[in-house]
């Protein structure tokens, strides 16, 4: 039988229709949840309309009881669904509205996580680390304090050289041995020599590390420093060995649209020698104040390995040849990141050091 | 090295555009730093003749000049010194712009009406001249356009010249550079030198005492010379160079030096005793007066030109007072010589008096060119001075330097620059720059160039360096990129560096910012930290030749460069004062000249751990951040054979301060500053650091993790709260739970430390979360229980601990 026959019959009993209709009406009304216990227990409750209705069947007569109680058994369980299904409506409503009570101001700041920071000349030097590990180089490091051999002599600077003197290099006071040849590195290349002294090529490297020259400090000069060298020791490395390394190696440091420009040079320990420049990316190479007006910017000094150093670490070179190569963080830092003065790496100035 | 195109094009011809020659030098290894224009703008200025000169009536340094521009005669007003009726200058007229961007217009000039602007050579942009007003020579006419009377109009290139091409410290050496990537040859100046009279060795004797640092002395005699100033084009081309011009016979000696490379000096003659020059060792504390009028004390090694009564110059650097050239002078002994490099370089650097021509003997300067740019100069002034020259030079030769044979093998060559260069082409490139080069065919055998260097080349002396010879002019940017193509090289850090990487991250993580400090420091430090040097050494690494003594002592701890960072931040008002370093600090090794070189790790927490936020209160520094710093650095590491143990250290408070240990072994300290320190150092009082040795750390994060099984039945906790005496620590108090709690015992945690009214004076309650487990059953509550008893009589029984 259809629910609207089984109504359409309660409708018509002019008692079980009076209870529906106003149950009905009672249950519209119900604003809350509240309310609609109120309703449940004014018809289905114990003392309720309904169940005493219910209840007071078996005193009719068998007929009357039979059609009553199955009409009350019917409104019985539409009321319950009804109910059942208001009390979803009314819950759902309810929770949206404790919820909205619970709205936070979302402008107000998150819960602080203290954040620190890497050295940004520390990040960079991880970066170009990175770069050569991906082409076979392995990372070594020598002493900051050294000695005249490994930092000049065995780099093939001569004696009189002007870099020894003490207006451009720091001496240590070896005290009681007499001894002039103690120094504070000049340039990461010593450790060239005792990489090369203690291991028997092939030899792919790079030294981070400090060095330190008895420079003033300015914007553009600081007596403390860092440096990268680099150094590849193998049989038939070649000069186009050097332009293909630094060329990959400067792309992927300053952007692939970069161009790389190698010019002739001197250096002391390396023959041939170069200078490594990378395009200006402030004017794209038309000339700016930062490139000179050159449209490019010196990033790298670089060589074959001198014969005699060779001699001096005792490789052949007649057998191996080799290329080596330098730059300077702080130059490459104030290039890639317009820091504009050498003094800030070393300030130690929390606002410069949260910028990276 | 200064280079003038105009000069320049005199030996060899230019490309077009001064850009395009820049670009081939730079390409060839001699960098262009700048490209000047001088000159420029020149049709705008006119000639004036000064008719009239008045002082001004109310400025004293001020004169009121009336100057004929031609066709009218204009007033200006005019501050220098040297302006005289009847000369002819430069003038500058209303609406013109000089070089430097100052645009000139009718002025009133303290009451006086100028009409424009006579002008010196520096506001011409010709040289650094700007005490007076440019004289110009007679023979202009008045009105004329300044740019047809003075050829000033020239391109200087600024040429970085390095230390191994001292040939390139000449036009003729710049002109070959450009021969030879142009395909042309130098065209030398040619001159005839008219001689006149008895030889110059009749007038001039010369002894080289000391010929090892004298190779060669050439002199020449040039008589009955007028001093005047030098003709313009000199002097431009002197300027262009920047180099001031003096008087024609000096002016001589250094247009030559600037053309030929070879340094020159001019005596005059009548002062030089008996004309007679003795090349010789300077005696101990032997003086002498250089031209610049200083005294100078010579020691043995320096090398002087001195005449029967003592020294007449400092050889190679600069000439004597004595014997200067003067307006008097008439009788020239013209010095051309050869020194040592070496030895110059030492004596300039220790008179510390760098000249033009000390730079270039010290460079080397070629020993077979003395005499020629002898009879150039002697040329010149016979020109210029109207001298008359004595036949032949005086040319002393203690030792001849020959020329250098070497052998450059073509395969070898080719193999080491990686390109395919054939052995004619080779040979063609050397020859360009003017050295013999002879292919010799090897049957069988590797080709060979036989090359014969001159000796204007001193840097060529080995294979090498002829290899990088051809590369250069092969040009660099024709090699093609490769890479090496072995098969040896694995890139990756060593375990060791990759954990090192990873203690910078963890502690960035935590908050910290990576500091880079300077690792010198001031002796100060050592005084505020440990005045009794407990613990630093009392001998620390110095140096010898520091920049200031702020920055002379290698720093022995990374405490100093740290709680600089925090005064320099706050000082600044800079919050966040979380600084960790990691560097190298230098202590002296006994016996051994280089100090021992630790990597440390240093932390340093001042002031605000926390700022305050909305929704908790602020926390301040104190030794427990520290602390907490090193115990999340040690988990995150997976390191636990580490321990605090309380201790001592001169800079740091006495009760709050110990020594890290990891593996039993004393690796740094933990604590808060001294009081003493932080007022010295003039940081917070609550600034708490930490420093430790990274190598024992690392090594320790690097031990292998055995597994440790993961419990599958669940656990029990308890909780436990004890009052104990004061002096009691929570340490002693967990490891009596530890060993109470046996094997079933797996977590120990404190979560509570009460003092207060509900405990009696002098006692403190700690609460302890404790975590019991079996790993191969469900455990009983009766038997946790009958341990937690044990632990309770453990407690009690050993600390007097009672139940809370
Ligand atoms: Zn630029």
Redesign the pocket.
């Known amino acids: 039988m259809a629910a609207k026959d089984f109504l359409d019959e309660i409708r018509a009993d002019p008692e079980l229709g009076g209870i529906y209709e106003e149950a009905r009406a009672a249950l519209e009304s119900a604003a809350d949840s509240e309310a609609l216990e109120g309703v449940r227990v004014a018809y289905l409750g114990r003392k309720g309309r309904l169940s005493v209705l219910l209840q007071g069947i078996k005193r009719l007569e068998p007929e009357e009881k039979r059609r009553v109680g199955r009409l009350g058994n019917l409104l019985k369980g539409w009321l319950e669904k009804a109910l059942a299904d208001k009390g979803g409506l009314l819950r759902i409503g309810e929770m949206e509205e404790a919820l909205r009570r619970e709205e936070v101001d979302i402008t107000l700041p998150g819960r602080a996580f203290p954040a620190g920071t890497r050295h940004l000349l520390s990040s960079i030097i991880e970066e170009i680390e990175d770069i050569f590990i991906g082409m076979g180089y392995r990372l070594v490091e020598g002493p900051e304090v050294e000695l005249d051999y490994y930092n000049f002599e065995a780099l093939n600077t001569p004696a009189w050289h002007p870099s020894k003197s003490l207006s451009d290099t720091f001496y240590v006071d070896v005290p009681g041995s007499g001894s002039d040849d103690v120094l504070l590195r000049t340039q990461t290349s010593p450790v060239q020599v005792r990489v090369m002294e203690a291991t028997p090529p092939p030899l792919y490297v790079i030294a981070p590390g400090k060095a330190y020259r008895r420079d003033v400090p300015d914007a553009t000069h600081s007596p403390m420093f860092h440096q990268v060298e680099g150094l590849a020791v193998d049989e038939g490395i070649t000069l186009g060995d050097l332009k293909g390394t630094l060329e990959h190696f400067t792309r992927r440091m300053f952007g692939e649209e970069r161009d790389v420009r190698f010019r002739p040079h001197f250096f002391p320990f390396t023959e041939p020698s170069a200078e490594v420049d990378v395009s ?1 990316n ?2 794209g ?4 104040r ?2 000179k007006g050159t ?1 490019w910017l010196e990033i790298l000094g670089a060589g074959m390995v001198d014969p005699n150093v060779f001699g001096y670490v005792g490789y052949d070179p007649e057998e191996v040849s080799g290329f080596a190569f330098g730059m300077g963080v702080e130059r490459i830092a104030l290039l890639k990141y317009g820091v504009p003065d050498i003094r800030y790496f070393f300030d130690n100035d929390l606002r410069l050091l949260r910028q990276y | 090295m200064r280079v003038s195109l105009e000069w320049l094009a005199e030996y060899v011809d230019l490309p077009a555009s001064a850009h395009d020659l820049a670009e081939m030098l730079n390409g060839s290894g001699t960098a262009v730093e700048a490209v000047e224009e001088i000159g420029e703008g020149f049709e705008a200025f006119v000639v004036g003749r000064v008719l009239e000169v008045k002082a001004h009536p109310s400025a004293d340094r001020l004169s009121l000049c009336r100057v004929d521009l031609g066709g009218e005669v204009a007033d200006i007003v005019c501050g220098a010194p040297n302006v005289r009726p009847g000369m002819l200058s430069p003038v500058a007229p209303p609406g013109s712009r000089l070089p430097d961007g100052t645009r000139i217009s009718e002025a009133t000039i303290r009451g006086v009406a100028s009409r424009g602007m006579l002008l010196s050579e520096k506001e011409l942009g010709i040289s650094e001249e700007a005490d007076g007003i440019m004289v110009l020579e007679e023979g202009a006419k008045a009105g004329a356009r300044l740019s047809d009377v003075l050829a000033a109009r020239d391109t200087v290139l600024d040429l970085e010249i390095t230390p191994n091409r001292p040939d390139c410290l000449s036009m003729l050496g710049i002109a070959r550079e450009v021969a030879a990537l142009t395909g042309q040859k130098v065209k030398s100046p040619e001159f005839a030198l008219r001689e006149e009279g008895a030889p110059a060795a009749d007038a001039v004797r010369v002894d080289i005492e000391d010929g090892d640092l004298c190779s060669r002395y050439a002199a020449r005699v040039i008589e009955e010379v007028g001093i005047h100033a030098s003709p313009w084009w000199m002097r431009r081309r002197l300027q262009a160079a920047g180099v001031r011009p003096i008087s024609n016979v000096v002016d001589v000696t250094n247009y030559v030096m600037l053309e030929t490379g070879q340094p020159l000096h001019a005596f005059d003659l009548d002062l030089v005793k008996d004309g007679h020059i003795i090349v010789r060792r300077a005696a101990n504390g032997e003086a002498m007066t250089t031209l610049d009028g200083v005294e100078r004390r010579l020691a043995r090694d320096d090398l002087l030109i001195c005449d029967p009564s003592g020294p007449v110059a400092l050889a190679g650097v600069m000439g004597g007072e004595h014997t200067e050239v003067s307006a008097s002078t008439t009788r020239i002994l013209l010095e051309s010589a050869h020194f040592d490099p070496a030895n110059i370089m030492r004596t300039a650097r220790l008179q510390e008096l760098p000249s033009e021509a000390s730079y270039r003997f010290e460079r080397g300067v070629d020993p077979g060119g003395c005499v020629r740019a002898a009879d150039r100069a002697a040329f010149l002034m016979q020109e210029l001075a109207g001298g008359t020259v004595r036949p032949g030079a005086v040319d002393a030769r203690a030792r001849i330097i020959e020329p250098v044979s070497l052998v450059l093998r073509v395969r070898r060559t080719a193999a080491i620059i990686g390109a395919d260069i054939g052995g004619e082409e080779m040979a063609s490139y050397l020859r360009s720059i003017e050295l013999e080069a002879e292919m010799v065919k090897e049957d069988g055998g590797e080709d060979t160039i036989r090359v014969t260097v001159p000796t204007f080349r001193p840097d060529l002396e080995r294979e090498i360096d002829l290899v990088e010879e051809v590369a250069r002019l092969y040009g660099y940017g024709r090699i093609a990129p490769t890479l090496p193509r072995s098969s040896h090289n694995i890139g990756s850090l060593t375990p060791q560096q990759g954990k090192r990487r990873e203690v910078a991250r963890i502690l960035a993580g935590m908050g910290l910012h990576e500091a880079i400090c300077h690792a010198f420091i001031s002796p100060r430090w050592l005084e505020i930290l440990d005045p009794d040097r407990q613990c630093l050494p009392s001998a620390p690494v110095i140096l010898r030749n520091p920049i200031s003594e702020e920055m002379s002592v290698m720093r022995p701890l990374l405490l100093p460069g740290l709680l600089e960072a925090v005064r320099y931040n706050l000082n600044r008002q800079v919050a966040g004062l979380l600084f960790f370093e990691m560097g190298r600090t230098f202590v002296p090794r006994a016996r051994e000249k280089l100090p021992e070189e630790a990597q440390k790790l240093g932390c340093a927490l001042a002031a605000r751990w926390l700022p305050k936020q909305w929704h908790r209160d602020a926390e301040d520094v104190d030794f427990f951040a520290a602390k907490g710093i090193l115990e999340r650095l040690m988990s995150s590491l997976r390191v636990t054979s580490w321990d605090l143990r309380r201790e001592g250290f001169p800079f740091l408070h006495p009760a709050q301060s110990c020594a890290v240990s990891i593996r039993d072994r004393d690796v740094g300290f933990l604590g808060l500053v001294h009081p003493r320190v932080a007022a010295a150092a003039d940081v917070p009082p609550n600034t708490a650091v930490l420093e430790i040795a990274l190598d024992p750390l690392i090594a320790a994060a690097l031990e292998p993790l055995p597994y440790e099984e993961i419990p599958r039945y669940p656990s029990i906790q308890m909780d436990l709260a004890v009052v104990v005496d004061g002096g009691v620590d929570a340490g002693e108090v967990e490891d009596v739970i530890w060993e109470a709690g046996g094997e079933l015992l797996r977590e120990v945690r404190l979560f509570d430390l009460y003092r207060g009214d509900q405990l009696g004076e002098g006692e403190k309650s700690l609460a302890f979360s404790l975590s019991f487990y079996a790993l191969d059953r469900t455990l009983r509550d009766d038997e946790v229980r009958s341990v937690y008893e044990g632990i309770i009589a453990k407690l009690a029984g050993g600390l007097g601990a009672r139940l809370r």
Do not use: D, Y
């Not at chain 1, 190479?285 to 700016?288: K, N």
């Open positions: 200006c402030i004017c190479g038309s000339g700016c930062v490139c449209g």
